[in-house]
């Protein structure tokens, strides 16, 4: 079967990710968002309007950017009319700071450097002569561009030594230097089928690239700070306990918009006034890092070893976390279900 997500999944945070991975709850919105799933996947219809999307989403050309990027614009006030995510918590008088770990096009930032007069940010974004997007943000916004892949921040990562013989030697210098702190950080990047890379890291890249982005989006967070993070499949075990350590550590918000997202699997998580030195936020870093290294670094046997939360039952999440998470993740699913009903390609059901 053709895939019919318009990007790699950003739940894929380990090998072992599977749509059959232990579920942790359910609610009847779910069982009807999972129904409309089922049917997409086996209509060859499904295949092709997502295939399409993917070809759009594929095009570098200056039109398509600039059009790709009124789009995410589009989104991303959506996001912040909803929840006021793109407005930086100062605890103090200096400029509101903000980091964007994958910015292109750059609608995102531009709506946060908006939202907060004064501010100032350092975005990383993937090189067009990768296969990164092309960005379209305006030059006279205060925002320092940095054109690199940061699932090859080695140093930031912790990472200093390369083991020789390494396959890839593309591995950077620190760019976050410590005590770099941010009031507002944006994880919002997902795989890109044009990015060239060595075929050993296409296995790994979906978690190399949301690891890398969670861990030095957290350490570098300032305390109250806020960070809006892309995930997908809301009832995957690794996207639950990942909203389960930041509900810990902050206040969860989880929002879908309807533009661009509401027949996929996507939505956004937004964290505010995360303590970002607590000791489980700090353990999360370490933990990420660790992950980052053997995806990067591990065999093939090392790394189907990862576990990403050894300590976590089911059992202890549901008793903990269950009943919030229905009551987050609500109209998560109902979204996605009406959008899924209504979807072209969907036809009339047969009844049994």
Known sequence: MAEIQAQVEASALLPDSQPNDPQPTKDPAEDCTENGRSVGWESSEGDQYFAKLRR?????????ATYFYKFMRVIGREIDKATNAFKAQRVDSTSPAILDMCM?????LEVALKKNPGSHALAFSLPVSSGGYKSVLASDLDAKRVFLDVTMLAADMDMDLIPEGHEDEK????????????????????????????P?????EATRLIITQLALGLQHLRLGGTMIVLLHRLEAWNTVNLIWM????????????????????????VATNVDSQN??????????????????????????KVNLYEDTSV??????????????????WKTQANALAKAPFMGKQKPE
């Not at 309807?258 to 939505?267: E, T, V």
């Open 200 to 204: 050993f890291r296409e296995t790994r």
């Open 104 to 108: 292109a096009p750059g609608a995102f």
């Open 279 to 304: 000791p489980e936020a700090v353990e999360a870093v370490k933990r990420w890092k660790r992950i980052w290294r053997i995806a990067t670094f591990g065999s093939d046997e090392e790394y189907g």
């Open 56 to 64: 759009n989403a594929d095009k570098s050309d200056k039109k398509s």
């Open 246 to 269: 930041f509900r810990k550590i902050s206040w969860v918000r989880l929002f879908k918009p309807k533009s661009g997202h509401a027949k996929r699997s996507s939505f956004y998580m």
């Open 171 to 198: 591995f950077l210098p620190r760019q976050l230097e410590e005590g770099m702190l941010f009031d507002l950080v944006i994880c919002d990047g997902q795989v890109l089928r044009q990015h060239l890379r060595p």
């Open 315 to 332: 059992e202890t999440l549901l008793k903990d976390f269950g009943p919030e998470l229905v009551k987050l993740g609500k109209t998560i």
